[in-house]
């Protein structure tokens, strides 16, 4: 079960660009260099890269910090959703998507692909440590539907 734009339109009271899509998002990085198969991307600091470099890699929408202007080559159509607290919605996303999938008994699941290439950041604290856990738990459903895809 992939994340889906109406699920960050729970979560997201600030909202540019398009208000209706029924886009699901293969991808959630941090990293605008990687290939983000219908990705959503969260620049979560200044290594994270450039807005247009991850539309280009795939991105088709972000999560965007308030305090920062977006960029003016910001497609007006583009999904931004706006927050006070980037590293809090991350892990406010997580959570939720761990609820999403949790009880799901599809045997062949698809799952949307969490790749976050800030190490250090996902463990200069505990709320961020918090992050790095739920990772790995969907790390593991996501390895466990690939080893039943295999049989």
């Not at 960050?8 to 660009?17: A, E, N, Y």
């Not at 305090?67 to 919605?89: A, C, G, S, V």
């Amino acid at each position: 079960m992939y994340l889906a734009f109406n699920d960050l339109v729970k979560l997201f009271s600030d909202i540019r660009g398009i208000k209706e899509a029924d886009h699901l998002y293969i991808t959630v990085t941090d990293n605008a260099n990687a290939m983000q198969t219908r990705g959503l991307f969260i620049p979560l600091s200044e290594d994270s890269g450039e807005l247009l470099e991850a539309i280009a890699n795939g991105a088709i929408a972000a999560i965007w910090d308030k305090k920062k202007q977006l960029p003016k080559y910001t497609p007006n159509h583009f999904p931004i959703f706006f927050t006070d607290n980037l590293i809090e919605t991350v892990r406010e996303l997580l959570k939720f998507y761990i609820e999403k999938i949790d009880g799901d008994i599809a045997e062949k699941m698809n799952m949307t692909n969490f790749v976050f290439l800030n190490k250090k950041l996902l463990k200069e604290n505990k709320e961020t440590y918090d992050i790095a856990v739920m990772l790995e738990k969907i790390s593991k459903l996501n390895s466990n539907d690939n080893f039943e895809r295999r049989g």
